[in-house]
């Protein structure tokens, strides 16, 4: 969906502080996402990018700053609270019940009774594999089914924003591309938030991005200029 000028974000995280214990993690992260849109949050290893995501859903909340979701301050609400409010979560390392069978793995992914029914033909034109490894348990599933099993485990409930930390982590290219082309499909329904540190993987399907280093947003921008620059992907993002 176009860039909706004018339009106020679905998210927006403004200067948001957070602390780990006594480390002070995050020093002001300043991040909007559009409606509609992709936004890829983009950083080296230990910059901050997931905790960012965990701000924002409330499981390390910000100690100063503000995150508005529709407009409404957030920052704040316990995390289940704001799960509930429609927004989605996919942890790093593909985090799935590995005991529990895929159907399983869906099933108790429900917010409210029912919604799994009503998402299963989008879940399963995304992610065929996952159909035909329905009764199979996640310990029998590859990396990559593991990876869109967590992903498809988002879309069960009617949320509005997903946060997806680094999707393509440790897959083989092919499966790479088919993470690609389903997340690419998921965001005509919802908007969605995504940690990339594989930067053509981010530069593929993200309309805008936010480089964070050390703590702290540094800079943001239309990814179709971000490509051009290679300045600043060496210097921030340390690829060539
Ligand atoms: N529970 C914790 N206790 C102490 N420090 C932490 C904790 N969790 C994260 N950190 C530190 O906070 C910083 C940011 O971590 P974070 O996980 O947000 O980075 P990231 O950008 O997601 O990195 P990666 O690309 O490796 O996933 C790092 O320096 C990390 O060591
Ligand atoms: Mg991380």
Do not use: C, W
Not at 114 to 137: C, H, N, T, V, Y
Request: charged share 25%; aromatic share 4%; hydrophobic share 40%.
């Amino acid at each position: 969906m176009a860039h909706d000028n004018g339009a106020i974000p679905l998210l927006s995280v403004q200067g948001i502080h957070t602390f780990i214990g006594q480390f002070h993690i995050l020093e002001g992260v300043t991040v909007d996402v559009p409606k509609g849109d992709i936004v890829a949050l983009l950083g080296r290893n230990g910059a901050g990018k997931t905790t960012t995501l965990k701000s924002i859903l409330g499981i390390t909340p910000p100690s100063q700053g503000r995150v508005l979701f529709d407009g409404e301050e957030i920052q704040g609400r316990r995390a289940f609270e704001i799960a509930d409010m429609g927004i989605g979560f996919v942890p790093e390392h593909r985090a799935i019940f590995r005991d529990l069978s895929v159907a399983e793995n869906l099933k108790i992914a429900e917010r409210n009774k029912g919604e799994l029914a009503q998402k299963e033909d989008l879940i399963f034109s995304l992610f065929p594999d996952l159909k035909r490894l329905i009764k199979l348990p996640g310990t029998n599933l590859s990396g990559g089914q593991q990876q869109m099993l967590a992903v498809a485990r988002a879309l069960v409930p009617d949320n509005r924003l997903l946060l997806i930390d680094e999707p393509s982590e440790g897959l083989a290219p092919v499966i790479i591309e088919q993470m690609i082309e389903a997340i690419k499909q998921l965001s005509a329904e919802t908007t969605v938030l995504l940690v990339e540190q594989n930067f053509i993987v981010a530069s593929h399907l993200a309309e805008s991005y936010v480089i964070i280093e050390e703590g702290q947003s540094v800079k943001n921008g239309k990814m179709s200029d971000l490509t051009e620059d290679k300045e600043t992907i060496h210097r921030y993002l340390g690829a060539a």
